[in-house]
């Protein structure tokens, strides 16, 4: 089973940077594909960004284009999100995610393995 810890969410205020982390366990890590999601309450899961396992390209949604950067670190099993010009529209509950699909994947159902989230709030 894989199992996948955010960390780094709080309060910024808008304008401001925050470096959200992702720790997934097993040995496997490498192979796959790793998301970031957003949801509010009653909203659909909001695709922000994913990464292929080989961590050589990185894919953005359309309302993070710009301002956040997905990363990974291979040989420490942490996929990393960093959010840059924070609006208040970016407040939510971040989640990482991995599948074992490869490509350019945005939909949550491509997605497997889902960690708790992390909350988010931008203070304006």
């Known amino acids: 089973q894989v199992s996948l810890v955010e960390s780094g969410g709080g309060v910024v205020q808008a304008g401001g940077s925050l470096r959200l982390s992702c720790e997934v366990s097993g040995h496997m890590f490498s192979s796959y594909s790793m998301g970031w999601f957003r949801q509010t309450p009653g909203m659909e899961r909001e695709y922000l960004a994913s990464?292929?396992?080989?961590?050589?390209?990185?894919y953005y949604g359309n309302s993070v284009q710009g301002r956040f950067t997905i990363s990974r670190v291979n040989a420490e099993n942490m996929v990393y999100l960093v959010l840059k010009k924070v609006k208040p529209e970016d407040t939510g509950r971040y989640y990482c995610?991995?599948?074992?699909?490869?490509?350019?994947?945005?939909?949550?159902?491509?997605?497997?393995?889902w960690g708790v989230g992390t909350q988010v709030t931008v203070s304006s």
């Open positions: 990464m292929p396992g080989s961590g050589t390209s990185a």
């Open positions: 995610a991995a599948s074992t699909k490869s490509g350019h994947l945005t939909l949550s159902s491509e997605f497997t393995y």
